[in-house]
């Protein structure tokens, strides 16, 4: 079953949050997910432990791996579930190299933002390389993050330019800055459990991982052989694969 790697050498680009939230969508659609957690900073593993009984049932989180268990990890997840989730540390380090080389799928998360564009561009040049050199071409997007849904910076429409002329698949759907986002990790949520009395705009940060997540279904059952996904996609996605 193919795994799918969240990467960008630039810290805090928004990827555990992209982890969590699409992890539970494709959990809410009915797949078998196993969040391999490499995040040094194990932010999954902590929301995972303080959800306790509230977790989706479908949604396994593993953590503490490490550039020494991740292989393992890797093997004895991929047979048993629909869907390996790799969640990485957000800086240089030899584990992403490791990572790309299991990874059916790579989503980029980045900012609108220079900084965050030349993370994402570490990432793709290490996926040009390998393709180069290995012959392994590994489909990947960047998924733009931290969004303001009123305003296009400069900065984004920048960032939006670059992808284009690298021709780098740029997901539809962004995440949006959201308190929700946030909060999901600092009160051990998730977008389902929360109350919206206490929670701005939750209607719409939900509409927006399930838009999200929707299409990260199609990316992968467009680009990796995967059975299960293809009984739980809507009427919808099945066409596009
Ligand atoms: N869409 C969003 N709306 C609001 N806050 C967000 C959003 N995405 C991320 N954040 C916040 O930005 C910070 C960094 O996000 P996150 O931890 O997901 O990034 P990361 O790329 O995993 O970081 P690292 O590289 O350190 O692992 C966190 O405080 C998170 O709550
Ligand atoms: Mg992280």
């Given amino acids: ?28 659609m009915g797949m078998r997910i196993a969040v391999l957690d490499a ?13 306790g009984g509230n977790c989706p049932e479908r949604l396994q989180v593993v953590p503490y791996v490490s550039a020494a268990s991740l292989e393992r990890e890797i093997k004895r997840w991929q047979p048993a579930v629909d869907v390996v989730i790799l969640d990485l540390p957000g800086h240089r380090s030899p584990l992403i190299a ?11 998360p980045a900012q609108g933002s220079a900084m965050d564009a030349q993370g994402a561009a570490t990432v793709i040049d290490l996926l040009t390389y390998l393709e180069h050199r290995a012959g392994i071409r590994i489909p990947h997007s960047v998924v733009l ?3 303001n849904p009123i305003i296009t910076t400069r900065a984004l429409q920048g960032v939006k330019q670059l992808l284009a002329e690298k021709r780098v698949h740029l997901m539809a759907t962004p995440i949006v800055e959201r308190a929700a986002f946030r909060d999901v990790f600092s009160c051990g949520e998730t977008l389902y459990t929360m109350d919206p009395r206490h929670v ?10 399930q838009m999200l997540g929707r299409e990260v279904l199609e990316r992968l059952m ?20």
Wanted: with cysteine; glycine share 6%; proline share 4%.
């Fill in 222 to 241: 467009h680009y990796c052989t995967i059975g299960k996904l293809n009984s739980v996609a809507s009427p919808a996605v099945r066409l596009v694969a």
């Fill in 145 to 147: 993050t931290r969004i």
């Fill in 39 to 51: 995040d040094p900073q194990h932010w999954i593993s902590r929301w995972h432990q303080q959800l």
């Fill in 1 to 28: 079953m193919p795994v799918l790697t969240f990467a960008n050498t630039k810290g805090g680009a928004g990827k555990t949050t992209a982890v969590l939230l699409i992890a539970t969508e494709l959990a809410r």
């Fill in 200 to 209: 701005s705009n939750l209607e719409r940060a939900q509409e927006n991982a």
């Fill in 98 to 108: 490791q990572a790309m080389g299991h990874s059916d799928y790579v989503l980029i």
